[in-house]
Every structure is written in C-alpha cells, then in structure tokens.
C-alpha cells in the first residue's frame, strides 16, 4: 500500500500553525504564477480609461439637476406666500378681534348696570336704522356711488343665528340708562355716581378731525354717554329726566342742549359735532343688532323673544321693529297688552371689517373715473357686490349679556 506524503504544513499538531503556514504557501504560488492579491481597485487602469471620480456631469444630469432646483424653489416660494398672507390675516383677525372685545365689554359693563323704574316711561328702547341716511343723526354721509343697501340684503332680521342676521342700513339704535362710575362728591355733578343715559349707533362719517379732509369716511360704532347733571349751564340727566324717548334725547334744539357738546343729553341721537371722534369706540363697524328677551317658563328654552319680534314672540323682518320698555320684565305677557317688558337677556351682534375690507369698501364706495364695474360672481348687482366684499373680509363676534336690572 502506498503512502501518501503529508503537506508539510500538516505535520504540525497545532491547527493554528497549520493555517498560517498554508497561507505562506497560497502566497507563494500566486508570486510564482504572476497573480496579484491585491484589490481590483488598486489595480491601474486600462489605457485611455479615466476613473468614474475623474468624470464630468452630463447633460442628462444637469437638466435633471436643475429640474429640481427649479421645483424646490416653486415649493419655497409657495411657502413663504402662504405663510405671508396667513400672516397678514391673523394681523387683520387680531385689529378686529381687539375692537370686538372692547366693544362687547363696554355693553356688557352698560347693560349689566342697566336700570329702570316702573312709572310708565321708557327706561329701554332700540330701533333699527334702515333708512338711506342712516337714520336722524345727521351723521351719516351717503356713499357716493355703490352705498350700503338699504333693505334687501342688509336687512335679515329671521335668521336663526344672531351671527347671520344683518340690521339694517346702519343697524340698531341702542339706548337706555345705566350706572355711571365715578365720584360721589357734590363738587364733580359731572362724574357723580347716578343714573347717566347711553346710546349706541352706527355713523358713517368724516374719520379725520381735519376739517379741510372731506373725503376720508368711515363706519364708525358711536357711544353716546349723557352727563349726570347740570355743568356750566349745560344740563344732564337728572334735569332732562328719565325717559330715553322724551325731546330732551332726541328732538330737542336748546341752545344748553344741542347735542353738539359731548354730554349734552340730545347728544344720544347726535353724537356731537361732525368732526367730534371722541366717543367713537370702534371703527369699520358695519352692522350691530340686538335680541332681546324676557324670562318665560312657558316657552322652549325659557326665553321669550321681545325684540325684533311680533306679537306672539316669533322672529320679525320688518324694518319698523322697535321695543319701548316700560314694563317690568316680571309681569305676564297677558297684561303686556301695548306696552313691552324691560329685557331679562340681550344678545349682541357686531360686524367689523378687516383693515383690507375697509379698503375695498371705501374703494368702491369713492367716484372713480372710469367708473367700476361690478364683477361677474356678484351677479351685476351692485348690492350683492357690496355685501359680497363685506362678508368676506369681516368678522362677527356675538355675546349674551343677562341684565340685573331691577325696579327702583
């Protein structure tokens, strides 16, 4: 039998040894047969062949590189215009948000300390101003070309929602008396602690105190405020009495009581004189309504509609909608008979437009030459136009306000 010669790496015991001396051996039969071990990317390259690193783009790469860059920076501009103009709207929200709450803090201060006494005058009214004059004040500048309707579409009294509703050409005119906060000293009647008449209305009017500035208007919320009593010859609330509807605050042309002084106690129909801002406490107000009501068990929801409403409590469209209060808000609507009750609850609505909404209305409100032409969406319908720009760059802010209003 023949033997076969161990590999002399085998004749050592150790396995260990036995490897390494194989790879000596593997390394010396590849120098013997010209092969190298080393990496094929080490190896040099064929003649005339540069290294892919070595290379240039092509035209297919750099179209395909610039395609996007070019998207990349359609996505950028995208962003930063959206963010732009989100910006710009929650700047426009927040002026808006800013005079809502001052005014629907001011009310709520107001109706909160509302009063009344129950002697058959009227402690409470509101009417709604529809007509193209904004009412009697005599403040109210009629729009050029294009005006806010009168009616139609600015008058929608039925609307479920308080917020939906609209009131009129310059919506409601809220008065009644309240609590004046001030000093008790007989030395200051002026700003006495007692009964002080308030009104609140619309204008359209001069927004500049310059009176060589005849062509900047404004819708403005106007807060009438009759002084206590008599300063300097001119006379307040306990001289002129306590009844919102009586000459003194409306129809009266005393030379004490003209309205033209802030104080005056006719000044809750004319707010001052034409370039008087004083008691303008929002301005780009285009709409204000109320609802008002009384506590009744015997309805759905326990409240009793008692403005603008008919007779048996249902919601009423008429432009002639008014509420005179002369009666406690306790007694039965059984013994209302002609008169109304003083409310137990109001609802407030106001509509304030944006500072570009404001803009836009004054821009088509102004006589331009070419005259502008009323878009398509609108339907040629320069009403539509008007509240179409409105409701799109306004904002409504709503409260409910509970009086405690007892009888003196």
Known sequence: MRTIPLCQCERHSDEAIQLDCHARLSRARNDREGRSTSPASARPSPIGHRPRAARGFTIVELIVAASLTVVMAAFIVVIVRNVTASWSRAGARLGADAQARIVLDQLQLDLEGAMFRDDGNVWFAVD????????????????????????GPSLQLTTPDIANARFGTAGVWLRFFTTSRGANTAASPATI????????????????????????FAYLLHRAEARPATVNGRIGVLEAGYNITSANYTTSTSGTNNGATTGDPRGIQVPGSARNLDAVIAENVIDFGVRCYVRDATVPGGLRLTFPATA??????????????????SIPPAQWGTAQPMPDVVDIMVRILTDDGAEQIANIE?????????????NSNAQQWWW???????????????????PL
């Open 366 to 378: 102004k006589v331009q030459n070419p005259a502008l032409t009323v878009p398509v969406k609108y």
């Open 388 to 406: 179409g720009i409105a409701e799109e760059n306004s904002r409504v802010y709503t409260r409910r306000i509970v009086l405690n209003a007892k």
């Open 312 to 329: 048996t409590g249902t919601l009423s469209n008429a432009a002639t909608s008014r509420l005179r209060a002369t009666l406690p808000p």
């Open 193 to 216: 602690s007692a009964p002080v008449a308030v009104g609140y209305q619309i204008i359209r009017r001069f927004s500049a105190t310059n009176p060589a500035n005849n062509t900047s």
């Open 128 to 151: 709604i101003l529809n007509g193209s004059n904004g009412g009697t004040t005599g403040l109210w500048q009629i729009a050029q070309r294009n005006p806010k309707p009168v009616g």
